[in-house]
């Protein structure tokens, strides 16, 4: 029976009865003469039933007891039915709701990876499983309530990426406290409105693959220098006026030979890149920084584009300057070289909302489809193999800027549209920012 239909039926036969129940107090009143203390009497009794039946069912409730199924008819019964019912329900979903959450704590505790729940404000433990307990030398119920860094009180890298929020960019190679050859990847997922599930992936044997790799493809390009030396020197012996017939050869030889050097330092400067976690910490001034760009932008347009330069944000940054030069000039020659003839290269330095600084290196080329953009920064991905080999390009140079960035705790910013050309920005925090000591125009 629906709530309805019983609240319905309920009030008519409380009625019915209380009208019963009155007139029979009324007939007995009349017969003794005494109709008002008999209806009285009547009164005085049904507050009581009514009161203990008010009673009984808060002594439930307040006991937290579940109400027996009730037989009877009227108001009171039918609410002591509502509440029977209801109390089966909550009873119902919350024995399903524990069995759900058995299991979801049965399968964090299953994981591989180690899964920690911290709190948003303070970074304190609420919750973690077996695995974190191995990888971050936990101790229950001991460490609960105990603010996560002090685990890691060794490694400033990990307070910093915990305060700055970094939900997009995982934290890598994080040596664990148990133990320093462990390495440790630090993933932070919004978990709650006030608390975040922080990931622990065991990445040793990772890391070492990624060391074995860069060790290759080092000792491979130092050990291709000395061939390459060797070639160069024979090449630049032959004299083309006296050997007309060699003559076309000897220039494609020479121009391969050339791409495949600076392939092999492009090489040599990404394994660089990669085995260093801190760069040299000097001031950068940006005005002769700008007037550099547009110098090498001119010479390797040779007068095909239109280079503009712009210094609007007035300030210098913080950093390696070889290294920066190294990424900025990567941009600009990227930008001369997938840009037709006639077309317009623009260089911005402007400051940011947040107080940072940002470097936008603009041209009208021909631009990059929506769906190469995630992986232009991949080592020799190329989104037009053609037109990359036309241009003396290794595939290499935006990787460079990705990790030289990265090690500036910077990020690369890429906007494209095909036919309409593509925007490239680096983007510095503004820790990065420094007054500029002497004004300056590029």
């Given amino acids: ?17 209380l009208l019963l129940y009155y007139a029979v107090a009324l007939g007995i009143g009349l017969l003794v003469g005494e109709p008002w203390w008999a209806l009285g009497l009547a009164t005085a009794a049904l507050a009581a039933r009514a009161y203990w039946r008010l009673y009984r069912v808060l002594r439930f409730l307040d006991w937290r007891k579940q109400l027996r199924t009730v037989d009877g008819q009227g108001l009171w019964a039918a609410l002591e039915t509502l509440i029977h019912r209801r109390q089966t329900e909550n009873r119902t979903r919350s024995r399903r709701l524990v069995r759900l959450l058995r299991a979801y704590r049965q399968a964090a505790t299953a994981m591989p990876d180690g899964a920690l ?3 948003r404000r303070d970074g304190r433990l609420v919750w973690f499983n077996k695995t974190a ?3 971050v030398g936990l101790r229950y119920p001991q460490s609960l309530g105990e603010p996560l860094v002090d685990f890691f009180a060794g490694n400033p890298r990990v307070r910093e990426w915990l305060a700055a929020a970094q939900t997009d960019e995982p934290l890598t190679d994080v040596a664990s406290p148990t133990d320093p050859m462990v390495r440790l990847s630090l993933r932070l997922i919004p978990y709650s409105a006030t608390q975040w599930m922080l990931v622990v992936r065991d990445v040793t044997k990772l890391m070492r693959l990624e060391q074995v790799r860069r060790d ?5 390009s130092h050990e291709l220098r000395t061939p390459l030396t060797v070639v160069h020197g024979y090449l630049d012996m032959i004299e083309p006026e006296e050997h007309p017939d060699l003559a076309v050869m000897v220039e494609e030889m020479r121009r391969q030979s050339q791409r495949m050097t600076q392939l092999v330092e492009d090489l ?3 394994s660089r890149l990669e085995a260093q976690e801190h760069l040299p910490e000097e001031p950068m001034a940006m005005a002769p920084m700008l007037v550099t760009l547009r110098r090498e932008a001119e010479a390797l347009s040779q007068g095909r584009h239109q280079v503009s330069v712009e210094d609007r944000a007035g300030c210098d940054l913080t950093g390696s300057t070889k ?3 190294s990424a900025f000039s990567n941009l600009v ?5 997938y840009t037709p003839t006639g077309g317009r290269i623009a260089v911005r330095f402007e400051r940011t909302a947040d107080g940072g600084a940002r470097l936008a290196v603009q041209d009208s080329g021909y631009g990059i489809p929506e769906q190469h953009l995630p992986r232009i920064t991949e080592r020799f991905y190329r989104v037009s193999t053609s037109r990359s080999r036309e241009s003396g390009g290794t595939g290499l140079g935006l990787s460079i800027v990705k990790h030289v960035l990265s090690l500036h705790q910077a990020r690369l910013e890429v906007e494209s549209e095909v036919g309409r050309g593509s925007t490239f920005a680096c983007v510095f925090g503004p820790a990065r920012v420094r007054m500029r000591q002497a004004p300056g125009e590029a």
């Fill in 1 to 17: 029976m629906s709530v309805s239909m019983l609240l319905r039926l309920a009030w008519r036969q409380s009625l019915i009865r």
């Fill in 117 to 119: 729940v911290i709190h």
């Fill in 133 to 135: 307990r191995h990888l």
């Fill in 216 to 220: 290759f493809v080092a000792n491979v």
């Fill in 268 to 270: 040599l400067t990404l």
């Fill in 323 to 325: 290294e920066l030069h």
């Fill in 333 to 337: 020659s990227n930008a001369v070289r």
